[in-house]
């Protein structure tokens, strides 16, 4: 398999996660399909740990260099990925920059220090203020109750 492949293929079980994202803030379905994407001890919140370590699995599907950053071009690959799988669920690719959980993945917000490449620290780093926004009722940890009524 190409390089090329196994980054796509990398890709693609990355943002599955992602996907969860974009819809979270539209009612109880996809509430429950973060919870089920993110929760990695399945008992029904995402705490900022989990976050975190999915944020680090996220990370290494990009990295395509290894290098322990994601270059402009990395990221770029990222933010195609993640506007075409939204596009694949029936949602606009825009929803990919906008002020949601899937958005408020830009560059422009994981790049704490601004020099064009995201460090992974920096990356899993982001997730504090990522879990914090979603997190409507200030409890430390994202539910299903977090996303409105089902």
Do not use: C
Request: charged share 25%.
């Amino acid at each position: 398999m190409t390089d090329m492949r196994i980054l796509a293929l990398s890709a693609a079980i990355a943002l599955a996660p992602l996907t969860a994202l974009a819809n979270s803030h539209g009612g109880g379905s996809a509430g429950a399909h973060f919870i089920e994407n993110w929760d990695l001890d399945g008992d029904g919140a995402v705490t900022l740990a989990e976050a975190q370590e999915r944020r680090g699995d996220v990370f290494l599907s990009f990295d395509a260099d290894e290098d322990g950053a994601l270059s402009a071009e990395e990221y770029d690959m990222f933010d195609a990925a993640r506007a075409n799988d939204l596009v694949e669920m029936g949602l606009p690719a825009k929803a990919a920059t906008g002020d949601n959980p899937a958005g408020l993945m830009r560059r422009d917000i994981t790049d704490a220090n601004s020099d064009g490449q995201v460090t992974r620290e920096e990356f899993i780093d982001s997730a504090a203020g990522w879990i914090t926004r979603m997190d409507s009722n200030g409890d430390g940890v994202v539910t299903a109750a977090d996303f409105g009524p089902n």
